[in-house]
Nanobody
Framework: HVQLVESGGGSVQSGGSLRLSCAIS????????VGWFRQAPGKEREGVAA????????????YTSGSVKDRFTLSPDNNGRTIYLQMTALKPEDTATYYC???????????????????WGQGTQVTVS
């Protein structure tokens, strides 16, 4: 399994910004799909965004939930070992624990399927007041 470690969470006022990071261990795979999910208290976990990266090629395909598309941006670093989730114009309803997760591959239609992710980080808390 891939090891994932999230960081960057915290408390911010409404309208503020945060950048979450997901550090990815060396996985030895040709490609990897990494997604961000969040779970608010009393609610089901939902997909936020995901990217499919090909090893050795910078950038990748990015999929973003319509509910955050205009405010959140997912981007990998140049070597695909860290995935960032830049969050702007934060709202109280964005308060949640944010998780990154990995699976072998994903598409624009499949990235939401949480059951297909076989590696998960421990989560990082985001609180917007």
């Amino acid at each position: 399994h891939v090891q994932l470690v999230e960081s960057g969470g915290g408390s911010v006022q409404s309208g503020g910004s945060l950048r979450l990071s997901c550090a990815i261990s060396d996985h030895g795979q040709r490609g990897l799909c990494v997604g961000w999910f969040r779970q608010a208290p009393g609610k089901e976990r939902e997909g936020v965004a995901a990217t499919y990266m090909t090893t050795g090629i910078s950038g990748g395909l990015v999929y973003t939930s319509g509910s955050v598309k205009d405010r959140f941006t997912l981007s990998p670093d140049n070597n695909g070992r860290t995935i960032y989730l830049q969050m702007t114009a934060l709202k109280p309803e964005d308060t949640a624990t944010y998780y990154c997760a990995a699976r072998r591959a994903c598409t624009s239609k499949s990235w939401h399927a949480q059951a297909d992710y076989d590696s998960w980080g421990q989560g990082t808390q985001v609180t917007v007041s």
